[in-house]
């Protein structure tokens, strides 16, 4: 099986644009989880969807968003980007809900780096 | 609220010697325990889990970790390191969801190893 795929891979944006960032997860996953790593912070969970409902949001302004397809492929936007937005964008994808005691298996990311 | 720590951030060890990494979480329920690796530039890859039964468990990579409830510990070990083992090493509590999402991560340790 394929694992999770995140395009694009890298990305350069300036401040005040907006981004999307797309997540295809592994054959019959049905749940996508979106983290955000810095080396500040390290490791912060976005959102998490389940047959394309958000059924949890992590403590992120709403510029930040994002949603599920019918396929449980996802997609998350991040507009007026600021400069601490520059980060490495993961999203893992597990099975069934409640990932926390699902297995989350993790695609190689996406590098935005905000000008 | 939930927690995990990794005290060590950067660890060197030699070629061939044993490693252990130390993680302790703070849940007031049964965890369900991870440890990730992470290389340069990558995503995270699942080294094991422990979700119940025998306190030992066994990964991938020849990697091990024992989970310690008296201690709220789960630390990860290797009897013998290879240079490719060089990583980021994170460890992970998952949980029924909420705001801090479906997993914790420590702030991860970076493991260096000399020839």
């Known amino acids: 099986k394929a694992g999770v795929t995140q395009t694009p891979r890298y990305l350069i944006k300036t401040r005040g644009q907006q981004v999307t960032l797309s997540c295809s997860p592994i054959s019959g996953h049905r749940s996508v989880s979106w983290y955000q790593q810095t080396p500040g912070q390290g490791l912060q969970f976005l959102f998490e969807y389940f047959s394309e409902t958000q059924r949890n949001k992590g403590n992120f302004p709403g510029r930040f968003s994002g949603r599920q397809f019918s396929n449980s492929r996802s997609e998350m936007n991040v507009s007026t980007l600021e400069l601490g937005d520059s980060a490495l964008y993961l999203c893992?994808?597990?099975?069934?809900?409640?990932?926390?005691?699902?297995?989350?298996?993790f695609g190689p990311g996406t590098r935005l780096l905000v000008l | 609220a939930q927690s995990v720590t990794q005290p060590d951030i950067h660890i060197t060890v030699s070629e061939g010697a044993s490693l252990e990494l130390r993680c302790n979480y703070s849940y007031g329920a049964t965890p369900y325990l991870f440890w990730y690796v992470q290389s340069p530039g990558q995503g995270l890859q699942l080294l094991l889990k422990?979700?119940?039964?025998?306190?030992l468990v066994q990964g991938i990579k020849g990697f091990e970790a024992e989970f310690k409830r008296s201690q709220s510990s789960f630390n990860l070990r290797k009897p013998s390191v290879h240079w490719s083992d060089a990583a980021e090493y994170f460890c992970?509590?998952?949980?029924?969801?909420?705001?801090?999402?479906?997993?914790?991560f420590g702030k991860g340790t970076k493991l260096s190893v000399k020839p």
């Open positions: 893992a994808s597990s099975l069934e809900e409640l990932a926390g005691v699902e297995t989350q298996y």
């Open positions: 422990y979700f119940s039964g025998d306190t």
């Open positions: 992970a509590v998952g949980l029924y969801g909420g705001s801090q999402g479906n997993l914790i």
